[in-house]
């Protein structure tokens, strides 16, 4: 197990370091702590107490924040492995993705949003970007299979998953561009 | 908040648009901060002289991004191969007066020439050994 003295937000909510967790069970654990550190509980109680419990559910909020996406997640699974990109490793992009992004961004701006179809042309884009997306989740999960704390021969595989984090960034922002797009188109500016 | 200069290429930029990529005498440059949404294709036809008779380049980023990639297409035409990887990004950064903020696309735009070049060259390769 990796240092123990830095903070986990896993062992927060009882579970395994992983990638792959059950966001279910995570749910329920934030919540039931989120109730048991509730300030309205500590009405009564000390000065001390009071700001222990409040430090606590901002604990419990922050893990929880951290832990529920997946994005986050990983980016949090990087650091608590102890990865740091080098400025070479984070400027490193494979030329087929750069060229994917080009002609996803062409295709996007070439739908003429005056026109019928500009809607069923939004919805295929996103559909397309949707499943690279978990595609790409699904790559970041096995590098993450079996993780354990940070170890040089492993380099290039962490280096991978935050070219793929980085990746997945472009792809959450491409989405919020069609959402903006399909608003103005429905709603008028 | 853009300099005029920025503002210049920004709104009447050179050289956009795409060479073929199949041509063996055309290099293209891909680079890019997919994070930040930046992507930058640069593209030069060289003639046997190693000249670069033509550069095109298609930018998706900010108006920063766009006058870096715009810029160096003029820099480079008329330019040989040699001259044109001799260009530094703090000459573009000075020339459109970016503030430290956006020096990365200054950044972008020299490694897109080095990256067109470097695929041009290649290529030429590639067809020498295949006629050989």
Same mark, same amino acid.
């Given at each position: 197990?990796?240092?123990?003295?830095?903070?986990?937000?896993?062992?927060?909510?009882?579970?395994?370091?992983?990638?792959?967790?059950?966001?279910?069970?995570?749910?329920?654990?934030?919540?039931?702590?989120?109730?048991?550190?509730?300030?309205?509980?500590? =009405?009564?109680?000390?000065?001390?107490?009071?700001?222990?419990?409040?430090?606590?559910?901002?604990?419990?909020?922050?893990?929880?924040?951290?832990?529920?996406?997946?994005?986050?997640?990983?980016?949090?699974?990087?650091?608590?492995?102890?990865?740091?990109?080098?400025?070479?490793?984070?400027?490193?992009?494979?030329?087929?993705?750069?060229?994917?992004?080009?002609?996803?961004?062409?295709?996007?701006?070439?739908?003429?949003?005056?026109?019928?179809?500009?809607?069923?042309?939004?919805?295929?884009?996103?559909?397309?970007?949707?499943?690279?997306? =978990?595609?790409?989740?699904?790559?970041?999960?096995?590098?993450?299979?079996?993780?354990?704390?940070?170890?040089?021969?492993?380099?290039?595989?962490?280096?991978?998953?935050?070219?793929?984090?980085?990746?997945?960034?472009?792809?959450?922002?491409?989405?919020?561009?069609?959402?903006?797009?399909?608003?103005?188109?429905?709603?008028?500016? | 908040?853009? /300099? %005029?200069?920025?503002?210049?290429?920004? %709104?009447?930029?050179?050289?956009?648009?795409?060479? !073929?990529?199949?041509?063996? /005498?055309?290099?293209?440059?891909?680079?890019?901060?997919?994070?930040?949404?930046?992507?930058?294709?640069?593209?030069?036809?060289?003639? !046997?002289?190693?000249?670069?008779? !033509?550069?095109?380049?298609?930018?998706?980023?900010?108006?920063?991004?766009?006058?870096?990639?715009?810029?160096?297409?003029?820099?480079?035409?008329?330019?040989?191969?040699?001259?044109?990887?001799?260009?530094? /990004?703090?000459?573009?950064? %000075?020339?459109?007066?970016?503030?430290?903020?956006?020096?990365?696309?200054?950044?972008?735009?020299?490694?897109?020439?080095?990256?067109?070049?470097? /695929?041009?060259?290649?290529?030429?390769?590639?067809?020498?050994?295949? %006629?050989?």
């Amino acid at each position: 197990m990796a240092n123990p003295s830095r903070s986990n937000f896993f062992a927060q909510f009882d579970l395994p370091v992983a990638f792959a967790i059950d966001v279910g069970v995570l749910e329920q654990r934030y919540r039931a702590q989120q109730q048991h550190w509730h300030p309205d509980r500590f =009405a009564t109680a000390s000065a001390t107490e009071q700001e222990h419990s409040l430090q606590q559910t901002t604990l419990v909020n922050e893990a929880w924040q951290t832990l529920r996406d997946p994005l986050s997640r990983a980016t949090y699974l990087l650091q608590w492995i102890g990865y740091q990109p080098t400025p070479e490793e984070s400027g490193d992009h494979d030329t087929d993705f750069l060229m994917q992004v080009m002609a996803e961004r062409e295709a996007l701006e070439e739908i003429d949003v005056t026109a019928g179809s500009a809607l069923s042309q939004l919805e295929a884009l996103r559909q397309q970007m949707e499943q690279e997306i =978990a595609h790409a989740f699904s790559e970041i999960a096995a590098l993450f299979a079996g993780i354990q704390e940070f170890n040089p021969a492993d380099r290039q595989r962490w280096q991978r998953v935050s070219q793929l984090i980085d990746q997945q960034r472009y792809r959450q922002r491409f989405l919020e561009q069609v959402d903006q797009i399909e608003e103005q188109q429905l709603y008028g500016r | 908040m853009y /300099n %005029e200069k920025v503002l210049d290429h920004y %709104e009447n930029p050179r050289n956009v648009g795409s060479l !073929d990529k199949n041509d063996v /005498n055309v290099g293209t440059g891909m680079v890019g901060a997919p994070a930040c949404g930046d992507v930058m294709k640069l593209q030069i036809l060289v003639n !046997d002289h190693g000249v670069i008779t !033509d550069a095109k380049f298609k930018t998706f980023g900010c108006g920063s991004a766009i006058a870096s990639s715009s810029l160096v297409t003029e820099w480079i035409k008329g330019r040989t191969i040699d001259e044109a990887l001799a260009i530094k /990004n703090s000459a573009v950064a %000075e020339e459109l007066a970016l503030p430290p903020v956006k020096i990365h696309c200054s950044v972008l735009a020299e490694d897109a020439i080095k990256s067109a070049v470097q /695929n041009y060259r290649s290529k030429q390769q590639q067809s020498v050994s295949k %006629e050989s």
